[in-house]
């Protein structure tokens, strides 16, 4: 292979310096029998409460003043959602709107309803909607301004007026094409999982329907204006999108066992595929639950820390400064220690996971349900651009390299720190950067080098 030589122009308007990120366990709520919570929610408006969707106990409200201490305060148990299921929570300013209707196993019909949490000792329910017609359950009710879009499984998407919060009305559906990309089979059954919208446009995860553009201008004619699958993954193992957000033209999209889906959506009717993080190698034989299973989803610091709640993974972090490159940098888990973390959300330096309690074993194993509070240090530092030299030249030879890449033009009295990646987008080392990188304990493969600065070079060991 043609050895080459590695510039580095450190001309950036801004530039990140990372830290590993630690977690540290700070206290749980266990439910005593095989239920599960869903989705876990810090409250927006700064109280010290958790709010909870479970599968068996309903609607769950934790105080925290003590975080050390969780204490459930309320509860709103299925009966009082007409015996259905509270799945997923989506909170706008003093209301939380609950997706209803389990679709774990024995499937009901669709609904939401909208608490008024005003005052959070003390929640009252405003209005609540559902429907015989769409009878798959329901997976995820987000808001935009006066509507409301629910994922209700095999049958796509509802949207809800919700305008008058005593008065929910029903506005349209919409079923994408689910014979896209693949014909469905049993156990691969296009399911509206997650979405998010911008500018109304809805992108949603159709889970084995792949990733879906919806343009919802008329709410009462959505239309889908895109559609995307990885091929590479797709030729790997079955792909099954879960969960997705959103960071300037990036969708990054939760892929069951598979990962990380980076999709450039700067043309949201032609999203092509800008990178792929598949931690645990899943392939077509460990496709079934070994070691990860990749649920949710969440950004933080400036959108520069990506959070992911996994099945068997429980939370990883990663830096996404540069946005196709997502490198590891913290995680809090034991493999095949029967722990799954599917709702995940951040407040500050904690995170709160929702945990399912699986007795089955499919589609992954798990025996704990409740909530779990982490306490987590450090990620992200800004650094101005006046901190380093506009000018400076940072030379990285040889390439390939066998022992040793050597560095050149270090900014004089500046600090600049580096990161390998191997091709899954799996940290192998970092450290400060200084005249030599020692890369022997690497093993021959592709990498990448990424440099405080946000620079990115690809080398190749011999």
């Known amino acids: 292979m043609k050895k080459a030589l590695l510039l580095l122009i450190v001309n950036l308007l801004f530039f990140s310096c990372f830290s590993q990120i630690n977690f540290q366990f700070v206290s749980e709520h266990e439910y005593t029998w095989t239920y599960s919570c869903y989705s876990a929610l810090f409250d927006g408006q700064d109280r010290p409460y958790i709010y909870t969707a479970n599968n068996e106990l309903g609607f769950i409200v934790y105080d925290i003043n003590d975080i050390n201490n969780p204490v459930a305060i309320d509860t709103m148990m299925p009966s009082a959602f007409a015996t259905l299921k509270a799945s997923k929570l989506f909170q706008s300013g003093d209301y939380i709107y609950v997706a209803l209707g389990g679709f774990q196993g024995i499937a009901q019909r669709a609904g939401m309803a909208i608490l008024n949490i005003s005052d959070p000792e003390n929640i009252t329910i405003e ?59 049993l156990f691969s059954t296009p399911n509206a999982r997650g979405m998010t919208i911008r500018n109304d446009t809805l992108y949603l995860c159709y889970d084995a329907g792949s990733f879906r553009v919806i343009d919802v201008t008329d709410k009462e004619n959505p239309a889908e204006i895109g559609h995307y699958i990885n091929p590479t993954l797709d030729a790997t193992a079955q792909p099954a999108y879960n969960n997705v957000v959103l960071v300037d033209n990036y969708a990054y999209v939760a892929v069951d066992y598979c990962g990380i889906d980076i999709v450039d ?198």
């Not at 994408?176 to 693949?182: E, G, K, L, V």
């Open 127 to 185: 209005d609540r909607w559902d429907s015989t017609a769409f009878n798959q359950g329901c997976a995820i009710a987000i808001v935009d301004g006066d509507f409301a879009y629910l994922g209700i499984m095999e049958l796509g998407i509802v949207i809800l007026n919700v305008a008058d919060k005593s008065n929910i009305q029903f506005v349209s559906e919409y079923q994408p094409d689910p014979n896209w990309p693949h014909i469905p089979g």
């Open 265 to 462: 959506i700067s043309d949201p009717t032609n999203p092509v595929n800008a990178g792929w993080v598949n931690p645990w190698n899943c392939n077509v034989t460990n496709w079934d639950g070994r070691p990860g299973h990749t649920n949710e989803l969440k950004t933080w610091a400036n959108n520069t820390i990506l959070f992911v709640s996994g099945g068997d993974s429980e939370i990883l972090a990663y830096d996404i400064t540069t946005r196709t490159n997502p490198v590891e940098i913290g995680s809090y888990y034991t493999l095949s220690d029967s722990m799954v973390a599917w709702g995940i959300d951040i407040k500050d330096n904690y995170a709160v996971l929702a945990q399912v309690d699986n007795p089955f074993g499919q589609p992954y194993d798990s025996d704990w349900g409740g909530i779990r509070i982490l306490h987590w240090e450090g990620g992200v530092t800004g650094i101005s651009q006046n901190d380093l030299s506009q000018n400076s030249q940072v030379l990285v030879y040889p390439n390939p390299a066998e022992d040793f890449l050597t560095v050149k033009n270090i900014p004089e009295n500046k600090m600049l720190t580096y990161k390998i990646i191997d091709n899954t987008g799996r940290l192998v080392k970092s450290g400060d950067l200084e005249d030599k990188i020692d890369i022997a304990v690497l093993k021959q493969g592709f990498y990448q080098i990424v440099f405080s600065d946000g620079s990115v070079r690809k080398f190749v060991k011999n």
